[in-house]
Nanobody
């Protein structure tokens, strides 16, 4: 079993910054892609940013130039640096990881979510 634990959410004023972290633990052989998704009230969950094991990244158009995803493979941790935050960034942010377990099975895992609220 693998657990993803997120931290770093909170309340911030528009224009401010937050840094989210997500640490994976458990029976892990290798983590392939990791990513951050978000879901605002009444909306579908959407991809915010993703990073491969080779550190290739992709971003939603709405966050390009403001958010940066990175990972520390030695710590099985992914980060999301969010700058120039806007009220429309308000959502629950979820970590996602594509994990090869110690038993060599491939699973996709989600974190529990962390609230990000941006006030105007």
């Amino acid at each position: 079993q693998v657990q993803l634990v997120e931290s770093g959410g909170g309340l911030v004023q528009a224009g401010g910054s937050l840094r989210l972290s997500c640490a994976a633990s458990g029976s892990i052989f290798r983590i392939n892609a990791m990513g951050w998704y978000r879901q605002a009230p009444g909306k579908q969950r959407e991809l915010v940013a993703a990073i491969t094991s080779g550190s290739s990244t992709n971003y939603a158009d709405s966050v390009k130039g403001r958010f940066t995803i990175s990972r520390d493979s030695a710590k099985n941790t992914v980060y999301l640096q969010m700058n120039s935050l806007k009220p429309e960034d308000t959502a629950v942010y979820y970590c996602n990881a594509d994990v090869v377990s110690g038993s060599m099975y491939n699973y996709n895992y989600w974190g529990q979510g962390t609230q990000v609220t941006v006030s105007s």
